[in-house]
């Protein structure tokens, strides 16, 4: 039991120091929110008339992609242990962390249990802009549910993909490729346009995106045509599970090669 508390004080350790970054950088959680909301109101004001397509599931495009934006904040949140890390990686710190008794695996649970506790504040205020500008809560507590496990778990997987690019490059120069893959990953997806809507090779390519079945999941909540149900779930928890698995694994291995 001893050696169990002691993991877990590791973990919480961690977790903490990762999260005294917004007390000391209080600017530290815009980009996270920024960004989203800018894509939010930019698209939704271009593309508002989509909704009078038929077969748009919507009632409104702001509904259809307010859960997009909260997702993509927490895509970022993510994304940033990634760069802090590689900061860490570049002062010489992580290399004390790799050198203490400390379980390996705890030198990136930590980080990844502060990056989903950090995402739910962009998501929140992203989700409260979004219905205060006239996005529709039509799923009720349940579909808010769905949301926000999507929010959190993507965000985790965010973070083991800037961990393994982290742990790869070894410098904050990998940055960028780290929240490029957040992008190119939703981009790739029905993340503007419902799936019967698309056209060409995206049409093709973005069923088996896994983050369209996790945007489905997510717009549980705001979007009428897609009801909180479980065969609106499961796809979504399903990709979100594989995708954990091969990120996890290659995170893991990259922090296995680094400690040798």
């Known amino acids: 039991m001893s050696q169990l508390r002691y993991t877990a004080s590791i973990g919480v350790t961690l977790w903490q120091r990762a999260l005294m970054e917004i007390s000391r950088v209080r600017g530290g959680f815009l980009p996270a929110t920024i960004a989203p909301m800018i894509f939010l109101f930019g698209t939704s004001g271009q593309f508002d008339r989509l909704s009078a397509l038929p077969g748009f599931p919507a009632d409104n495009y702001l509904s259809w992609i307010l859960p997009l934006s909260c997702i993509q904040?927490?895509?970022?949140?993510?994304?940033?242990?990634?760069?802090?890390?590689?900061?860490?990686?570049?002062?010489g710190w992580f290399d004390r962390l790799l050198t203490s008794p400390a379980p390996r695996p705890m030198l990136l649970l930590g980080p990844v249990l502060a990056a989903m506790t950090r995402s739910l504040l962009p998501a929140t205020i992203i989700l409260t802009a979004g219905v205060l500008a006239g996005a529709h809560i039509t799923g009720g507590a349940a579909g808010v549910a769905a949301l926000y496990l999507g929010v959190l778990w993507f965000c985790a997987i965010a973070a083991l993909w800037?961990?393994?690019?982290?742990?790869?490059?070894?410098?904050?120069?990998?940055?960028?490729?780290?929240?490029?893959?957040?992008?190119?990953?939703?981009?790739?997806?029905?993340?503007?346009?419902?799936?019967?809507?698309?056209?060409?090779?995206?049409?093709?390519f973005a069923p088996y995106n896994p983050v369209s079945h996790v945007l489905e999941m997510a717009r549980q909540a705001t979007v009428t045509g897609i009801d909180p149900s479980w065969a609106n779930t499961w796809p979504g928890l399903l990709a979100l599970t594989g995708m954990t698995i091969v990120m996890s694994a290659f995170a893991l291995n990259r922090l296995a090669r680094m400690g040798r």
Not at 73 to 91: H, K, P, T, Y
Not at 169 to 195: D, K
């Open 162 to 204: 800037g961990c393994s690019l982290a742990l790869w490059a070894g410098t904050q120069q990998v940055g960028p490729l780290i929240q490029n893959g957040v992008l190119i990953s939703i981009f790739l997806s029905t993340a503007y346009t419902p799936q019967p809507l698309l056209s060409g090779w995206l049409a093709t």
């Open 73 to 91: 904040a927490a895509g970022f949140a993510g994304g940033a242990v990634g760069a802090n890390l590689a900061r860490d990686i570049e002062q």
